[in-house]
């Protein structure tokens, strides 16, 4: 039986991320607000946590939907070079100081030479009945691009993937999930619910 989650976020690109990537793995995600008839207004994320966000957002819409199996992630990218700087708050920062639509720019000027390293990684908690079951970390790292790349969506236009010479958003599907960190973090939960269920007797 394909396996259905439930999708803790107001954010349409996650949601778009997510359902493709768990197609990829076999299973099926739903937005909450398709399955609960609703959007709501999710509480206030924490500023030193990956995990903690992820819970936290899937174990609210958890309470409104019982038995359903709900997922939610955090995202966060650290530049080398600025250890102090975004990681768990990077959709905050980023978005205060620079706006949706210069971000991919602040980060190209931001890189650090002569490596212009990053990481990225995504954890995502699975929860039910209001509680967290497990969570999934996936990891990205690899240089900032000195270009936007027309080709891909948001920060996949400027990560260049270790041990490649293109952007995340330019390689296909199969390659995409290789290194991409929320399709790992998908990876990881999809490895790893099955033993989760058992011990539940779901």
């Known amino acids: 039986?394909?396996?259905?989650?439930?999708?803790?976020?107001n954010n349409d690109f996650k949601i778009s991320e997510l359902t493709r990537e768990l197609k990829f793995f076999g299973a099926q995600g739903l937005s909450y607000v398709e399955v609960l008839g609703k959007q709501l207004t999710f509480p206030p994320e924490g500023t030193t946590s990956y995990?903690?966000?992820a819970s936290k957002k899937a174990e609210f819409i958890s309470q409104f939907l019982?038995?359903?199996?709900?997922?939610?992630?955090?995202?966060g990218i650290e530049l080398a070079g600025h250890p102090d700087?975004?990681?768990?708050q990077t959709a905050r920062q980023l978005k205060a100081k620079?706006?949706?639509?210069?971000?991919?720019?602040?980060?190209?000027?931001?890189?650090?030479?002569?490596?212009?390293?990053f990481k990225m990684q995504t954890v995502i908690a699975l929860a039910r009945n209001g509680y967290t079951l497990a969570t999934?970390?996936?990891v990205l790292v690899g240089r900032i691009a000195k270009h936007i790349s027309p080709v891909g969506h948001g920060l996949d236009q400027i990560l260049i993937p270790a041990g490649l010479d293109?952007?995340?958003?330019?390689?296909?599907t199969p390659e995409f999930v290789k290194f991409d960190h929320r399709s790992k973090?998908?990876?990881?939960?999809m490895k790893g619910v099955q033993n989760v269920l058992k011990k539940m007797e779901f």
Not at 68 to 74: E, K, Q
Request: cysteine-free; overall charge negative.
């Open 185 to 189: 973090a998908v990876a990881a939960l």
């Open 98 to 117: 620079y706006g949706t639509q210069a971000v991919n720019q602040a980060l190209i000027n931001r890189a650090v030479e002569p490596s212009r390293g």
């Open 85 to 88: 700087e975004l990681g768990v």
């Open 166 to 172: 293109q952007v995340l958003g330019s390689l296909p």
């Open 136 to 138: 999934y970390q996936g």
């Open 66 to 75: 019982p038995d359903r199996l709900v997922i939610a992630d955090d995202s």
């Open 1 to 9: 039986m394909q396996l259905e989650f439930v999708i803790a976020t």
């Open 51 to 53: 995990q903690a966000n």
